[in-house]
């Protein structure tokens, strides 16, 4: 049974359909993104999965049960990390958690040796005593985090955690999600840097103006392209040499070059490239340098909606 | 108890704030201090008296003076205005040239006071001659009586004119109650202010609303970045039903509003030895209004989108309506339509309670009514905030 199970998901604004049919699923241990540019019902949708915002149609399950803004049972299985920074700026770190805490049922002792255990997630343990408001922006998102990770929920959501942090603090917030899904927690992520989702996320779906356009792993996705993995090699001499060699190794679609250069196109560049390398040596080709190019979600989603993800 | 923790934190980040503690822990102190200075009459008072030389003249000039007031006698009455006008004096009091014959001669004599207009202690001091006046008009009366039913027995022998005379002054000496006699003085109406009151008394109610209010007012400011922040729907997605998320916020407001209240009453008897009378009706009036305030806090704090707004109306509203209802200016001295409007601000009504059991030693029955109209206000402000408040969460 999914963790979080959404479907025909509906929200709307007046004329404007926000959120319109969504449906999918998150397994335990997964990671799922939502990909999609301003304004696509990335939020929209969460706030209902949350239940924070009530919906005009459709159905939120987890773990099974019936879930809406009423619902205190399945709030208790959620960690919500919101796309603001809902924090009191006057108050500290520990004190923001310690409410935050007693919200979601902790008492006084397994507060503390939680708020200790999630401090220390974040980065944060050596200034939890200091108001939020002398924070940096990129220390505020990871309290914003660890508040998220309090009630150690089964499942976790993340609107946009990432946004405008320093690439300490973005890389601190990538590995503790990874560590957090490597322990079995179900993960909803939005973003739109496709960089994150393609390091982050098991599963992605593409939204744009409150629809789920595309869904699938990221491979899965990019085979919706017409567009394979690139491998270029710039090699010492002897290029002509090696051509027929390349073609013939498994995966390889297409081998070319001239005297500098050598151009592949592959199946799955990755994988393939120990290979290459080998049959190089072999035939006495030195390599001096290598270059990857594969299609990305960016391109995924270029070619679905026909416009850029970010503006 | 998630209500009373989300109470607590409302507290603890008002007190966060520095110049919080200042605005409401020092401020009303001096407020009350300087307030009861300035219509308390706590401070010296000066009054002139011309024509002042004959006995009677003297009697009533003497009277005049108390501790808090002193008085110069002046030869001319034009000197004893000009030190008026030039403000040298607070008041001064013109006695007429026939005073004392017009008196013995059981007739009604006029004395003038004279002030700058618009100078509260020459209100004061007015009120305290007037009542000194009242107070010597009345033994005159008496003795005034006594002479015309003859005097005194055995002093027939005596001329016609000495003998009434010595009878006004026996009949006088016996009113003025050397003799064991006791003139007792009827006034008409109720004076709102008794001689004797401390000034202090009837500064710090007053105050103590006006604080309460405008505190609890810009508490709101704190749920409104509550909400504009976000934490309020992080609050919601956390497994807390939106009515004690309510109740808590609600809680918040009416917490700051009671300590505002208790901590002017309490500090207030401790620093000034104010005397705040029957502690069940002076409970019930801070208790019903901090609720008033603590319900228009959440009511604002509800509304309003962001908190630059937020202290606007709370300074606009709390100022404003304290001083329509009678905290800066006193309400006592509002008349006619003024002061039916100012009835519509639940300051007039707590002004009203507490006049009743400060100054009046009213008890609880005593001040049911501004009692029921504060209800009435905190019950529905409370109503009307929490509806708010539950739309703005679940929006
Ligand atoms: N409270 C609201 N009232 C009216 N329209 C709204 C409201 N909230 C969101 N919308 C609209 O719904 C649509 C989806 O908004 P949403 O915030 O879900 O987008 P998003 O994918 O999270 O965008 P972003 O990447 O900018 O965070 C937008 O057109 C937005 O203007
Ligand atoms: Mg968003």
Redesign the interface.
Same mark, same amino acid.
Request: charged share 20%.
């Given at each position: 049974m999914p963790v979080l199970e959404i479907t025909d998901l509906t929200k709307r604004y007046g004329d404007l359909l926000a959120v319109d049919h969504m449906s999918f699923a998150v397994e335990e241990g997964e990671t799922y993104g939502l990909l999609g540019p301003n304004g696509a019902g990335k939020t929209t949708t969460i706030?209902m999965v /949350?239940?924070?915002l009530?919906r005009d149609g459709g159905e939120v399950l987890i773990d099974g049960l019936r879930h809406d /803004?009423?619902s205190? $049972?399945t $709030?208790?299985l =959620?960690g @919500?990390v %919101?796309q603001?920074?809902? +924090? @009191? %700026?006057?108050?500290t770190a520990r004190?923001n958690l310690r409410?935050?805490g007693? +919200? @979601?049922?902790l008492t006084a002792r397994p507060a503390r040796m939680r708020i200790t255990e999630v401090l220390e997630l974040v980065e944060l343990h050596e200034r939890a005593d200091e108001?939020v408001t002398k924070y940096s922006g990129g220390m505020m998102r990871r309290l914003n985090i660890a =508040?998220g990770l309090l009630?150690r929920p089964r499942l976790l959501v993340l609107d946009e955690p990432t946004a405008g942090v320093d690439p300490h603090s973005r890389n601190a917030i990538l590995e503790s999600v990874q560590r957090l899904a490597a322990e079995g927690v179900a993960t909803l992520y939005t973003t739109h840097y496709m960089e994150e989702a393609e390091r982050l996320c098991d599963r992605v779906g593409i939204v744009d103006a409150g629809h789920m356009l595309a869904e699938g792993t990221r491979r899965e996705l990019v085979g919706l392209l017409d567009e394979h993995d690139r491998v270029i090699l710039r090699v010492a001499d002897g290029a002509a040499r090696a051509v027929p060699t390349l073609r013939d190794l498994p995966g390889v679609l297409k081998a070319g070059g001239e005297d500098g250069d050598l151009e592949l196109i592959v199946n799955e560049a990755r994988s393939l490239l120990p290979a290459i390398i080998g049959a190089l040596g072999e035939a006495g080709v030195e390599v001096r340098s290598v270059e990857v190019r594969e299609p990305d979600l960016e391109s995924v989603f270029l070619h679905i909606t026909g416009k850029a993800l970010r503006d | 108890m998630k209500p009373l923790a989300i109470a607590l934190l409302n507290v603890r980040r008002l007190f966060r704030d520095r110049s919080n503690i200042f605005f409401v822990i020092i401020t009303p102190f001096v407020m009350i201090f300087l307030m009861g200075l300035l219509f308390g009459g706590g401070r010296q008072l000066h009054v002139g008296v011309a024509g002042g030389t004959t006995p009677l003249a003297d009697r009533l000039a003497t009277s005049l003076g108390s501790p808090s007031i002193q008085v110069a006698r002046f030869g001319s009455e034009e000197r004893l205005l000009a030190d008026v006008e030039r403000g040298r004096l607070h008041g001064g009091l013109v006695i007429p040239a026939g005073y004392e014959a017009t008196l013995r001669a059981g007739g009604r004599a006029e004395v003038r006071y004279v002030s700058r207009p618009g100078d509260p202690a020459a209100a004061d001091l007015g009120s305290r001659v007037r009542w000194a006046v009242s107070r010597e008009a009345a033994v005159l009366k008496a003795a005034q009586f006594g002479a015309a039913e003859g005097g005194t027995a055995g002093r027939a022998d005596a001329g016609a004119d000495a003998g009434a005379a010595s009878a006004f002054d026996e009949s006088l000496r016996l009113a003025s109650g050397n003799a064991g006699v006791d003139v007792k003085v009827v006034t008409v109406g109720r004076s709102e202010i008794p001689p004797g009151f401390g000034q202090f008394a009837f500064s710090a109610p007053p105050l103590l609303l006006l604080y309460t209010f405008l505190t609890a007012l810009t508490a709101s400011i704190g749920l409104v970045q509550t909400r504009r922040l976000g934490i309020s729907r992080r609050m919601y997605a956390s497994p807390t039903p939106a009515r004690t998320i309510v109740a808590g916020e609600a809680a918040g407001r009416l917490a700051i509003a009671l300590l505002q209240s208790l901590l002017i009453m309490l500090g207030s008897a401790v620093l000034f030895g104010v005397d705040w009378g029957d502690p069940l009706g002076a409970a019930a009036m801070v208790i019903l209004f901090a609720l008033v305030g603590g319900g228009a806090a959440t009511l604002l704090g509800a509304l309003v989108g962001n908190e630059g707004v937020a202290i606007s109306v709370s300074v606009i509203l709390g100022l404003g309506l304290g001083a329509l209802g009678g905290t800066m200016v006193p309400l006592d001295s509002f008349e006619g339509t003024l002061r039916t409007i100012a009835h519509l601000t639940p300051h007039a009504w707590g002004y009203d309670g507490f006049a009743e059991l400060v100054r009046h030693d009213a008890d609880l029955p005593g001040i049911s009514s501004q009692l029921g109209v504060l209800a009435g206000y905190a019950a529905v402000l409370f109503a009307l905030g929490s509806w708010c408040l539950r739309r703005a969460l679940v929006r």
């Open positions: 706030s /949350v239940g924070v009530d /803004v009423t205190v $049972k $709030k208790a =959620i @919500y %919101p603001e920074l809902a +924090l @009191y %700026p006057d108050l004190e409410f935050f007693h +919200l @979601y049922g108001a =508040i009630n | -």
